[in-house]
């Protein structure tokens, strides 16, 4: 099992940076790759970011590219969000999220949400015009 907890979101100005964070604990060492998603209201679950625990390779939506960075500490047992030039669109709830090859016993594609074994309870961010 692993639990994951994020912590960050708020409401912020657009052209503002925000920085999220992701606690993971208990069974860390089976983590394969991390991720983040965002839900906005009405919409579904969307992939945001994502890296290769150990090896580092990182992904990113087409719609993020060049503002958002995702970066590990696994020393820390950390994933970050780095969020510049944030945009109204933007605003929605943010998930932080594993997965264990272990667990899952199949590939952990970064992109693919159904990949993901851990979820965690999500972060709020709101970007104002």
């Known amino acids: 099992q692993v639990r994951l907890a994020e912590s960050g979101g708020g409401l912020v100005q657009a052209g503002a940076s925000l920085r999220l964070s992701c606690a993971a604990s208990g069974r860390t060492l089976s983590v394969t790759v991390m991720g983040w998603f965002r839900q906005a209201p009405g919409s579904e679950r969307e992939f945001v970011a994502g890296?290769?625990?150990?090896?580092?390779?990182?992904s990113y939506a087409d719609a993020v590219k060049g503002r958002f960075t995702i970066s590990r500490d696994n020393a820390k047992n950390t994933l970050n969000l780095e969020m510049n030039n944030l945009k109204p669109e933007d605003t929605a709830v943010y998930y932080c999220?594993?997965?264990?090859?272990?667990?899952?016993?199949?590939?952990?594609?970064?992109?693919?949400?159904?990949?993901?074994?851990?979820w965690g309870q999500g972060t709020l961010v709101r970007v104002s015009s």
């Open positions: 890296i290769n625990w150990i090896g580092g390779n990182e």
């Open positions: 999220a594993a997965c264990s090859e272990t667990v899952s016993q199949g590939l952990c594609v970064a992109s693919l949400l159904a990949s993901y074994d851990y």
